[in-house]
């Protein structure tokens, strides 16, 4: 699986947008880039996912760019709700597409 | 709610027991996963079934064992367990094989072992 690199924390206000950046430079053509966060011991909870094209559902917005290098999660209006580890993963195919799980980075909603 | 069903929720046993944790997937979801997660390990993944059969496994210690039954719940079974085997394992479903099907994560079982 390629390697994705998170920065460990983050800080934003409530009501603003937190994005969250990914980097996966070494991601291939048919992998997909998943984001999942855990609020403290839950379990993991799954956000978005895409392959080439920018997707949005009710929770977030996943931006990817260009040469899918990179990608950012934005959380258009942040909650105290939404303090999480976030993880981006990128998910390659082959006989079992597990998820691997890196360390994440901590995002820190404050009031 | 996720829709994958983790029981028991909470499980204190001694070292060198042997326990039994259950999992009851999504409706319709063939694929089963479980991980570990600890506190200096992060989540790890550790064995995949899709409809009864293994597929994938992980880091999985040979003291453990898992399986899928036809009506597509699984058991992870730990036998001589050790100190070190306190952690939170959470088991996951998707629909299929491919990359384009989410996990989707239940809310885990924590096992202490004293």
């Known amino acids: ?111 | 709610d996720s829709g994958v069903t983790q029981t028991p929720k909470h499980l204190i046993t001694a070292t060198g027991q042997r326990v039994t944790l259950r999992c009851s997937p999504r409706s319709g979801d063939l694929s089963v996963y479980w991980y570990q997660q600890s506190l200096d390990q992060g989540l790890q993944f550790l064995i995949q079934y899709y409809n009864g059969e293994e597929r994938a496994k992980g880091n999985i210690l040979e003291r453990f064992s898992a399986q899928q039954f036809p009506d597509l719940h699984s058991e992870l079974n730990l036998s001589s367990l050790e100190l070190g085997d306190s952690a939170l394992y959470f088991c996951a479903s998707s629909s299929g094989q491919g990359e384009n099907s989410p996990l989707h994560f239940g809310n885990g079982t924590r096992l202490t072992v004293t």
């Open chain 1, 1 to 111: 699986d390629a390697k994705t690199t998170q920065p460990p924390s983050m800080d934003c206000a409530e009501g603003r947008a937190a994005n969250l950046p990914c980097n996966h430079s070494t991601i291939s053509g048919n992998e997909y880039v998943y984001w999942y966060r855990q609020i403290h011991s839950q379990g993991p909870q799954y956000i978005i996912h895409g392959l080439k094209n920018n997707e949005t559902n009710e929770m977030a917005s996943l931006i990817i760019t260009e040469d899918r290098k990179s990608s950012t999660l934005i959380l258009p209006h942040a909650t105290l709700r939404d303090t999480a580890v976030y993880y981006c993963i990128v998910r390659s195919g082959g006989s079992n597409y597990k998820l691997t799980f890196g360390k994440g980075t901590l995002l820190t909603v404050n009031p």
